[in-house]
């Protein structure tokens, strides 16, 4: 609960200042200054009565007993104090209106956010009534402020409440309350989240306490930024003695900001600008523990995975295993017809997520598809779930070409949405996930290796089943493919590169780089223009990549189009030639493993994914 609460707490204060919150910002900077500037009714009456009380003692102060002695002097004392007090009442609903707007603000968007679709459906509203409804309010608050007599006609439902200056305040909250309806769409992952919950309809203690610490998250910049309005406002003498010209001022921009916003002004203005909060929002909101912890939101699935660990040389009970779900398109099935595993009660099931340029995967496929063949006939159902990792990875027919070039004939399930990643808790390429007949997760392995544990446990679950059957001799040796010492994946990704030793690296930016003479095993660095992506790295003028590596071959994604030179130990050893979308392009391919220093320098434009090893 702590771990969501502080994903949704950051993840609302990158939102706040994120490029989608600035068409607000002037609404907001504005709410605690001219809002509450102007006096109440009767006060300036009062100010000119004291002006002229005040005349009128100077006008007889030759004569002191009598000064003290007149009506005319207390007159003036008793309207000094009164206007003492105005001001007194003024400052504190001034004081007031930066909270009441961001309270509004905070109420808004979490009831909204987590009711508004049922709502919505139950009534039989349009699907965008709630956006009408904020531009509706920030209309009308404008009007207002330009208008006293339709800011009258607003605060009289407040008018019952004794406070004199709750109107105010409940036209600030209102105000608030239609701002927090129009910036919803601002967010991310934590935001789908909340509203996918929402629109289901399962609404839970950790779904609240996410989306009511996103509210609070997103207000607390916004709360700086009207109370630095209400400080200027204070501060500079303009907004003192032209309080009815900045009501003025303030009421129209709300208008036209309005207007913006139905006529999609402002995403223009978006789309315009870097998202300078893209790394930052990243690195917080699709983080390994954030996506863990939104994914086990909507049920309770999922949840017994976490009773297992990782390769465990033995079968323990992991709970029933989570539905194939979200899937886009089947492969390898008659008529393209979905697999559900409640049919498969009785069979052995492995689960194997994969992607098709991952080499790690490219490396355990022999091993699945050994299996397939060896045990189908005994009860083994192979079932390959492929979830991209690339945006090309997506496209049906690049994964149905690449599947039938690797001679997969098992059934395999599309799942570009990750919802089935998801829903298993996975995070890795590849993960293979045992299943027993009973339908319960007995084992799962995250990455390579393991091959002949994996095999053995099969063989137990299938005995398990089936205690009559007989099985083939195991198709693993007993020793498994050489990883020991080799070097990891390395992907070039500002969110998920490790075993940088260079330059900081400048999020969606060209940025020059300098090389460093010497790099840690395993390190990788960069050198020339490069432009570092979330996705890629994009080679610009004299870009290089160094690497230090173990390993027999190397790997690089590569894609664009141009000459990309490699050397090995300062030599240049081949010269590839990119041409089109991201493939998989081999660098090294030595007969033994050894350490060397790798240096790649791709022409300009030419973008690179990953690196990968054998």
């Not at 303030?250 to 909060?277: C, E, H, K, N, W």
């Not at 205690?467 to 050489?482: F, K």
């Not at 240049?572 to 033994?592: A, E, N």
Request: charged letters at 25%.
């Amino acid at each position: 609960m702590l771990t969501l609460i502080l994903i949704g707490l950051l993840g609302g204060l990158i939102t706040a200042v994120s490029p989608c919150i600035l068409p607000v910002l002037p609404v907001v900077f504005l709410a605690g200054g001219p809002g509450g500037q102007e006096p109440p009714p009767g006060g300036a009456r009062r100010a000119k009565a004291r002006g002229r009380a005040a005349g009128a003692s100077g006008r007889t102060s030759g004569a002191v007993a009598t000064v003290e002695a007149s009506p005319g002097a207390g007159a003036a004392a008793d309207l000094d104090a009164d206007a003492e007090a105005d001001a007194r009442r003024v400052r504190r609903a001034r004081n007031r209106r930066p909270y009441a707007v961001v309270a509004g603000l905070v109420v808004s968007f979490s009831f909204f956010a987590l009711l508004g679709v049922t709502l919505i459906s139950a009534l039989g509203l349009p699907d965008d009534i709630l956006r009408y409804v904020g531009l509706t309010l920030l209309v009308l608050i404008g009007l207002g402020l330009v208008f006293p007599r339709v800011e009258s006609l607003l605060e009289r439902p407040f008018a019952r409440i004794p406070q004199r200056q709750v109107g105010r305040e409940g036209s600030a909250f209102a105000l608030g309350a239609g701002l927090g309806l129009l910036y919803v769409p601002c967010a991310g992952p934590v935001l789908a989240a909340i509203t996918v919950a929402g629109a289901r309809g399962r609404i839970s203690v950790d779904i609240v306490a996410l989306t009511v610490s996103f509210a609070v998250g997103t207000a607390i910049p916004l709360l700086a930024f009207a109370l630095a309005g209400r400080r200027v406002s204070e501060r500079v003498a303009a907004f003192r003695t032209r309080a009815r010209g900045l009501r003025i001022a303030a009421g129209t921009v709300m208008i036209v900001l309005a207007a913006a916003l139905a006529f999609d002004v402002t995403a223009a203005i978006q789309r315009s600008l870097p998202d300078y909060t893209a790394s930052a929002r990243r690195g917080i909101e699709d983080s390994d523990t954030a996506r863990q912890k939104l994914s086990g939101l909507y049920g309770k699935e999922n949840k017994e995975l976490s009773r297992c660990e990782d390769g465990v040389d033995e079968l323990r009970s992991c709970g029933r295993a989570p539905s194939l779900k979200g899937i886009t398109k089947w492969l390898n099935t008659p008529q393209g017809r979905p697999v559900r595993l409640e049919a498969l009660r009785g069979k052995v099931v492995l689960i194997d997520f994969w992607t098709y340029s991952c080499v790690n995967c490219q490396r355990s496929l022999p091993h699945i598809k050994a299996w397939d063949r060896a045990y189908r006939d005994a009860g083994l159902r192979v079932i390959g779930v492929h979830s991209p990792e690339f945006a090309f990875e997506k496209n049906a027919s690049n994964v149905a070409d690449q599947t039938r070039k690797m001679g997969i004939d098992y059934p395999v399930a599309l799942d570009n949405k990750l919802a089935t990643w998801d829903n298993y808790r996975n995070r890795y390429w590849p993960a293979k996930y045992l299943v027993d007949s009973a339908g319960t997760v007995r084992y799962f392995r995250f990455g390579e290796g393991k091959y002949e544990q994996t095999e053995g446990l099969i063989r137990d679950l299938l005995r398990q089943a089936d205690p009559g059957v007989r099985l083939p001799a195991a198709t693993t040796g007993r020793a498994d493919e050489l990883t020991e010492g080799r070097t990891p994946e390395t992907y070039l990704s500002t969110h998920r590169i490790d075993r940088y030793a260079g330059d900081p690296l400048a999020a969606d930016t060209p940025k020059r780089y300098r090389l460093p003479t010497d790099l840690p095993r395993d390190a990788v660095a960069l050198g020339g223009t490069w432009t570092a992506g979330y996705e890629h790295f994009t080679a610009g003028r004299g870009a290089r990549i160094a690497l230090d590596y173990r390993a027999r071959k190397v790997h690089l994604v590569l894609a664009g189009q141009g000459p990309v030179e490699v050397l090995v130990g300062g030599k240049l050893t081949r010269t590839i030639q990119v041409d089109g979308t991201p493939t998989l392009h081999t660098l090294v391919d030595d007969d033994d493993a050894h350490r060397a220093r790798l240096e790649v320098r791709p022409a300009p434009g030419i973008e690179a994914y990953a690196f990968t090893f054998g």
